[in-house]
C-alpha cells in the first residue's frame, strides 16, 4: 500500500531529471508522484545558464514562477523577466519559447498535463528583426 503522505527534496529528488521531480516519468508507476495529470521542476540555475534552442510544448500549458534571482523567458514576440519573488510567466501549448537565467536563480515550474515526448526543439524562429 502506498504512503497517504510522502516528503522529500525537490532539489535532491529532481537532480537526476534536470529538476522535475513530479509526472509521468517517475518510477515505479504507483508512486504518487508519477502522474500524467502535470510535471513539476525545481530548476536551480546558475547565472548565463540558458537554452538558446527554441523550444514547444505541443499539449502542455506551462507556469514558472521566480522563487528568487532573475530569469529571461524569450517568446516569438516578446520577452519577460521575472525579478521580484513571486513574478510569474504562464504559457500555452504550442508557444514557442527559450530562457537565460540571469542570476543565480530558483525557478518552480508546473507543466500540465504530463506527456511523453511532448517538449521538441523548433529550430530557428524569426525575431521579427529581419535575420
Known amino acids: ?3 497517504k503522505v510522502i516528503f522529500g527534496n525537490a532539489a535532491s529528488e ?3 531529471r534536470w529538476g522535475w521531480f513530479m509526472g509521468h516519468f517517475i518510477t515505479p508507476d504507483d508512486d504518487p508522484r508519477s502522474t500524467t495529470a502535470l510535471e513539476i521542476k525545481w530548476g536551480i540555475h546558475k547565472a548565463g545558464d540558458c537554452r538558446t534552442e527554441w523550444a514547444v ?3 502542455a500549458a506551462t507556469l514558472s514562477i521566480l522563487i528568487n534571482g532573475k530569469f529571461c523567458l524569450q517568446f516569438e514576440d516578446e520577452e519577460i523577466t521575472l525579478s521580484r519573488e513571486g513574478d510569474y510567466v ?4 504550442g508557444v514557442p519559447h527559450c530562457w537565460v537565467a540571469q542570476s ?3 525557478i ?3 507543466r500540465w498535463p504530463s506527456v ?3 517538449s521538441v526543439g523548433v529550430g530557428l524562429l524569426s525575431q521579427g528583426n529581419g535575420e
Open 108 to 110: 518552480l515550474t508546473v
Open 116 to 118: 511523453p515526448n511532448d
Open 1 to 3: 500500500m502506498q504512503p
Open 90 to 93: 504562464l504559457w500555452c501549448a
Open 104 to 106: 543565480d536563480c530558483t
Open 14 to 16: 529532481g537532480a537526476k
Open 57 to 59: 510544448n505541443n499539449q
